[in-house]
């Protein structure tokens, strides 16, 4: 079986622990891992900063910047040269779906696509309080003021975050659309600081159901990531393992991904993961 990593981050990732990227590879080398796909947070539309009403942190440290891509691309290829007998590098984006910047994310992709072997594409900002568009995963503070107090109740929340990804997979995103989605429950990062509900209700279900159809329908992976293990308010996986039992059911590919930040979060739930597949 091949094991494989297609989730993970580099020091280029504005929030994350600003750790070598060589030095993650050479930890999932030691970890026996045969495929390791470098998934950076993609550079976000310049005007999208209009729409935000977070912390500014949140804008500003969610993705790494254009101007980082043509230092990215070249650490990544030397990567995969220098490691090319070791282990499998695949290089990609982990892609934020912005409802209102379909074209520009299409267009981002059709000039970068080419240069990659492996992408993500998640939900991290959902519109909310005024209008606005705030972080899912930022702070607990943006958390309830933008999202939670603007939802009739958590399981409103959780259907509103299962539409917008049901609108990322139907997008138009061009032939380098990311194949993966990310984190899928990722708006149940915080559920035991609000003591969001544990368990959907008929309604969410059905929104649920809808959206692991689509990414049947369309062929597409789901990210199973291990980071919200070790999320403090958290504490199971991106999905929770009723909706890994129904990607299984359906035949939905399941990927596990650390969604490492740094060294330390290499193969991170590696076990229990691959247990519950």
């Known amino acids: 079986m091949n094991k494989k990593d297609g989730h993970s981050h580099t020091e280029f990732c504005p929030h994350g ?9 050479q930890k999932a080398i030691q970890f026996g891992f045969d495929t390791y796909s470098i998934t950076e947070h993609a550079p976000l539309p310049p005007t999208f900063q209009q729409e935000y009403a977070g912390e500014l942190t949140g804008l500003t440290e969610a993705s790494m910047a254009m101007s980082d891509l043509p230092a990215y ?3 990544c290829r030397q990567m995969q040269a220098k490691y090319d007998d070791q282990i499998h ?7 934020d779906f912005l409802p209102h910047h379909v ?4 267009n981002f992709l059709n000039e970068y696509g080419p ?13 909310g309080t005024a209008d606005k568009f705030w972080c899912v995963d930022d702070t607990t503070g943006d958390f309830d003021k933008g999202l939670l107090t603007n939802a009739a109740d958590g399981q409103a929340l959780y ?12 997008a138009d995103l061009g032939k380098y659309a990311p194949k993966r989605i990310g984190h899928i429950t990722l708006i149940r990062k915080f559920q035991d600081y609000f003591q969001l509900p544990r368990t959907y209700d008929d309604a969410t279900q059905a929104e649920i159901d809808r959206l692991l159809n689509l990414i049947h329908d369309q062929g597409r992976e789901l990210d199973y990531n291990a980071a919200g293990l070790y999320k403090e308010f958290c504490n199971e996986t991106y999905p929770n393992l009723g909706i890994v ?7 939905i590919p399941l990927v596990y991904g650390s969604d490492a930040h740094s060294i330390a ?3 991170h739930g590696y076990h229990m993961v691959m247990d519950q597949l």
Do not use: C
């Not at 590098?89 to 892609?95: A, D, L, M, S, Y």
């Not at 240069?115 to 519109?127: C, E, G, K, R």
């Not at 259907?159 to 139907?170: C, D, G, I, M, R």
């Not at 039992?245 to 035949?251: D, Y």
């Open 73 to 75: 691309f070249t650490k």
């Open 115 to 127: 240069q990659t072997t492996d992408n993500v594409l998640s939900v991290h900002f959902m519109q």
């Open 265 to 267: 979060e290499v193969g």
């Open 17 to 25: 622990s600003g750790d070598d990227v060589e030095l993650m590879i």
């Open 103 to 106: 074209d520009w994310t299409r």
């Open 245 to 251: 039992r129904q990607a299984q059911a359906l035949g």
């Open 89 to 95: 590098i695949n290089v990609g984006f982990e892609v």
């Open 159 to 170: 259907q509103q975050y299962f539409k917008a990804l049901q609108t990322a997979v139907l």
